[in-house]
Nanobody, 120 residues
Framework: QVQLVESGGGLVQAGGSLRLSCAAS????????LGWFRQAPGKEREFVAA?????????YYADSVKGRFTISRDNAKNTVYLQMNSLRPEDTAVYYC????????????WGQGTQVTVSS
């Protein structure tokens, strides 16, 4: 059974930092691309960042977070991270991690989400 469990969310002041973690189990982690998405109240879920499977490790970012957020993975720990710096109130959302098997057209598995609140 595949599980993705996020942690690391919380309340932070604008300009601060948080690091989100997503621990995966039940899958061959190195063969999965991983992504972070977020959903703010009243808004649709949006893409934040992604990292491809371990053979390539390319990274991708939404324009709104480029230069402030960094996605990384640790295959030894089956964990993907999202380092978030220079946080803004508009970054407030529930953040979800997702996994997509190599070659799959879309994300197959999703975590339950972790709340990030940035105060002004």
């Amino acid at each position: 059974q595949v599980q993705l469990v996020e942690s690391g969310g919380g309340l932070v002041q604008a300009g601060g930092s948080l690091r989100l973690s997503c621990a995966a189990s039940g899958l061959t982690f190195s063969l999965y691309g991983l992504g972070w998405f977020r959903q703010a109240p009243g808004k649709e879920r949006e893409f934040v960042a992604a990292i491809s499977w371990s053979g390539i490790d390319s990274t991708y970012y939404a324009d709104s977070v480029k230069g402030r957020f960094t996605i990384s993975r640790d295959n030894a720990k089956n964990t993907v991270y999202l380092q978030m710096n220079s946080l803004r109130p508009e970054d407030t959302a529930v953040y979800y991690c997702a996994g997509r098997r190599l070659g799959a057209p879309q994300y197959d598995y999703w975590g339950q989400g972790t709340q990030v609140t940035v105060s002004s």
